[in-house]
C-alpha cells in the first residue's frame, strides 16, 4: 500500500541538476523522482558517475538542484536561504562519508560534541561521551584522530552523526577507506544504531553485498533513477 505523503522523510521529484564546464554545459542529474519512507533504510547503488552523491547532496541541502523539488524531512529546502540549510542540517539530518571528515586539532571527544556544541546544547560533552561509549570507543575520548586506526576514526564519525538524534541519515560510501574486515565491523555498528536509534537510512554504496542489508535497492545510472524497488532479502530487511 502506497505511504501517505506525510510519511516521506525524502520526497524529491523531477530532479535536474546542470553544471557549466569548460566543455560546456554537464546533465549531472536528469529528472530524479525518489520517496522515501520515514523508518525505511534505503541503498543507491550505480557506477561511478551515476549521480549517487550528487542526489544526496541535494538531500542534505549541499547542493542545489537546477529544477525540482526537494523535500527533506518535511521541510521543502527551496523555501530556505544558507543559514536556513544549514541549521536545517543541524537538527534534522546526520552525514557519514567515505572520508571521516573529522577535526584534526580536536579529541575525538570534541569532535562528537561540536554539532552539540553549535546547537546549544549544554550536556554537549556528556552526550558526545555516551555517543562514543556506544560505538566502542569510551577509552579513546583524549585521542586525536592522527593517533586513531581508520576504523576508529570512522567510528568516531559515526558517533558524531548520530549524537544529534537526526531524522535521516546519510552514509556515502561509508566504507570505501577501510579493509574488508574493518568495514563489515563499521556497517554492522551502522544498522544497529540505525535500528536502536530508528532513524531513516540512505545508503550511497557499491557493495551489492551491504546494498542487501537495506530494505530497498535504487540503481542509478547516467543521472537516472532505473529502479526504485528492490527488495532485499526477508532476513536483512528489516535490519
Known amino acids: ?21 569548460a566543455a560546456g554545459e554537464v546533465n549531472i542529474l536528469r529528472g530524479v523522482d ?11 547503488v550505480g557506477p561511478s558517475g551515476s549521480g549517487k552523491s550528487t542526489m544526496m547532496m541535494i538531500v542534505a541541502g549541499l547542493e542545489r538542484p537546477t529544477a525540482g523539488s526537494v523535500r527533506s524531512a518535511g521541510v521543502d529546502l527551496a523555501t530556505l536561504d544558507e543559514d536556513g540549510l544549514a541549521l536545517f542540517r543541524r537538527a534534522k539530518i546526520g552525514i557519514v562519508f567515505q572520508a571521516f571528515h573529522l577535526i584534526g586539532t580536536m579529541t575525538a571527544l570534541e569532535n562528537v560534541a561540536v554539532p552539540l556544541e553549535f546547537a546549544g546544547i549544554g550536556d554537549a560533552f556528556a552526550r558526545a561521551r555516551t555517543g562514543l561509549e556506544a560505538v566502542g570507543l569510551g577509552h579513546r575520548l583524549s585521542h586525536y584522530p592522527g593517533q586513531l586506526s581508520g576504523g576508529e576514526q570512522q567510528r568516531v564519525a559515526l558517533a558524531r552523526a548520530f549524537v544529534t538524534e537526526p531524522e535521516l541519515l546519510l552514509a556515502d560510501e561509508p566504507t570505501g577507506n577501510l579493509d574488508g574486515a574493518t568495514g563489515h565491523a563499521i556497517i554492522d555498528l551502522l544498522f544497529d544504531l540505525r535500528a536502536r536509534r530508528r532513524t531513516t537510512l540512505l545508503l550511497i554504496t557499491h557493495d551489492p553485498e551491504l546494498a542487501g542489508r537495506c530494505g530497498r535497492i535504487v540503481r542509478m545510472h547516467d543521472g537516472r533513477i532505473l529502479a526504485a524497488a528492490v527488495p532485499a532479502p526477508a532476513s536483512r530487511a528489516a535490519q
Do not use: N
Not at 1 to 21: N, R
Not at 34 to 44: H, I, K, M, T
Open 34 to 44: 525518489l520517496q522515501v519512507a520515514r523508518g525505511e533504510s534505503v541503498a543507491v
Open 1 to 21: 500500500m502506497p505511504h501517505p505523503s506525510s510519511d516521506w522523510i525524502i520526497d524529491i521529484a523531477d530532479v535536474h541538476l546542470k553544471l557549466e564546464s
